[in-house]
Every structure is written in structure tokens, then in C-alpha cells.
């Protein structure tokens, strides 16, 4: 099931490694605008307020829990070359705990940056990937979802938070789709 909020960590789908991390955010504060905070309740798109854009966290020493254990793909992934660099691409990757989704998270403001080359190319061979890894990759701008299967995309549209995204094989075709449902749907596991 995949909805809109929260911020996910590590998966074992995409990074090579956890241990050893390389990289660092530097002036990067992306994820502080893209990726919702629910102690101060900030839409995902608008810069939480004790953001210093490209310098950092304004409230560092006592920012919450989910700020503190946030790192995003980039940050954990080697696998992922440095144009990911998220205030590069306008792309934050995060990975599900559970590792069965991964979803691109695009800054509202250049919603076709997942469109642009080079990361359309690699985000259709993650997708490629996706099903021998048991994992869906979603692209989400603003609350709008789009997952992209080996074979196409299903946009959403936007997903209400009190609505969730369930993955499923279409009876006849049994290629896997992507369906809207409430989120108390008892489909949703
Ligand atoms: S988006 Fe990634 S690189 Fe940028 S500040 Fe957040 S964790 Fe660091
Ligand atoms: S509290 Fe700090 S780390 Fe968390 S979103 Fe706001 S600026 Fe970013």
C-alpha cells in the first residue's frame, strides 16, 4: 500500500550499502520542502518553516524524530550517480522500509523533472526492475501518484489522505496495475 505522506528510509531494493555512507547533504535542504513534517503539519511543496534554504536546519540540535532519521536514495544509495543529487535533479528517491516501494518525489515547482533525461531513462529500468526486486515505483508530485510498471504508467491523480494506492494483477491480462482505493478498504493490505 502506498500513500502520500511520511518519509521513508532504507530499503535493501536500491542501496548497496548503509554502513560507510560516502556522501553528504552539503547546501542540499530539498527533502525539508518536498517531504511533510507531521509535527508542523507543512503540505508537502512548501519549505518547513525553520528551513535556511541551502544552508540547513535552523532548529538542527532539536529537529524532530522523523527529520533526524531521514536520509534520503541519494544519500544511500551509491548505485545512484551524482546528477541525483537532489538539488540537482528536483528529485528526492526514498525507500520504503519494507523495500516493496519506491517512490521519486518531484519538487512541485518542476513537475516534469522526472521527465527529463537522463532520469526518465533510469527511472524506466528501475521500473524494469521492479518486479523481480518485489518492488513498485511510484512518482509522486505534490499528493498526485504515478506508478510505473515495467510495461507503463498509471497516473492516479491525486491521492486523499484518506485514500491509499493498492497494487494488483488485472484479472485476464494479470499484469500488475494500480488502483485508488479508500484506505480502510479492506483490499489494502
Ligand atoms: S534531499 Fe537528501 S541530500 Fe537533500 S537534504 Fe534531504 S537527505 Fe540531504
Ligand atoms: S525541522 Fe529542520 S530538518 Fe526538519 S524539515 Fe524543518 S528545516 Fe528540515
Not at 5 to 14: A, D, E, I, K, P
Request: net charge positive.
Amino acid at each position: 500500500m502506498a500513500g502520500v505522506s511520511g518519509r521513508w528510509q532504507l530499503c535493501g531494493v536500491f542501496c548497496m550499502t548503509e554502513a560507510g555512507l560516502q556522501r553528504q547533504c552539503g547546501t542540499c535542504t530539498l527533502c525539508c520542502k518536498i517531504l511533510t513534517v507531521p509535527e508542523f503539519g507543512n503540505p508537502t511543496g512548501v519549505w518547513c518553516p525553520h528551513c535556511v534554504k541551502a544552508k540547513g536546519c535552523a532548529i538542527h540540535a532539536i529537529r524532530p524524530d522523523v527529520c533526524r532519521a531521514f536520509q534520503c536514495g541519494y544519500i544511500l544509495s551509491p548505485a545512484l550517480e551524482e546528477h541525483w543529487r537532489p538539488s540537482r535533479s528536483k528529485l528526492i528517491i526514498a525507500f520504503k522500509p519494507d523495500g516493496k516501494e519506491v517512490v521519486i518525489h518531484v519538487d512541485p515547482d518542476v513537475p516534469n523533472a522526472w521527465r527529463a533525461e537522463p532520469y526518465y531513462s533510469e527511472i524506466r529500468n528501475m521500473a524494469a526492475n521492479g518486479p523481480k526486486m518485489g518492488a513498485t515505483i511510484f512518482v509522486q508530485i505534490g499528493r498526485r501518484m504515478i506508478a510505473v510498471f515495467p510495461d507503463r504508467e498509471v497516473d492516479l491523480g491525486v491521492v486523499a489522505e484518506d485514500e491509499a494506492v493498492a497494487i494488483q494483477k488485472e484479472p485476464g491480462t494479470g499484469r500488475l496495475g494500480a488502483v485508488k482505493l479508500k484506505a480502510n478498504d479492506p483490499r489494502i493490505v
